[in-house]
């Protein structure tokens, strides 16, 4: 059974960074794409970001400048590296997967069939 796997999530300081990785196990990983969401407090869970299986990359107007996604085929694994932290930025973040081979880049919640359990991040002011 395919399944993704977050990690990396944590209590930061306001300007700090962190980086969160997704290991998926078995599954098409290579023609999938993948995607960021977060979802806080009391909120819909939203895009952050997203990559195809031909790097394509989109990100929220929010993260742009600060977040990047990445991904290493070989290790099966999508990564969202943060920078510049920000309390707003506090949430549990969600890997999607859509595994419709070679995609474009999806951004909204109901184009991915595969959810991750998700990471807290917590930045502090």
């Known amino acids: 059974q395919v399944q993704l796997v977050e990690s990396g999530g944590g209590l930061v300081q306001t300007g700090g960074s962190l980086i969160l990785s997704c290991a998926t196990s078995?599954?098409?990983?290579?023609?999938?794409?993948m995607g960021w969401f977060r979802q806080a407090p009391g909120k819909e869970r939203e895009f952050v970001a997203a990559?195809?299986?031909?790097?394509?990359?989109r990100y929220a107007d929010s993260v742009k400048g600060r977040f990047t996604i990445s991904r290493d085929n070989a290790k099966n694994t999508v990564y969202l590296q943060m920078i510049s932290l920000k309390p707003e930025d506090t949430a549990v973040y969600y890997c999607?997967?859509?595994?419709?081979?070679?995609?474009?880049?999806?951004?909204?919640?109901?184009?991915?069939?595969?959810w991750g359990q998700g990471t807290q991040v917590t930045v502090s002011s």
């Open positions: 078995g599954g098409t990983f290579r023609s999938a794409v």
């Open positions: 999607a997967a859509d595994r419709s081979p070679f995609g474009r880049v999806r951004v909204t919640t109901y184009e991915y069939d595969l």
């Open positions: 990559i195809n299986w031909s790097g394509g990359i």
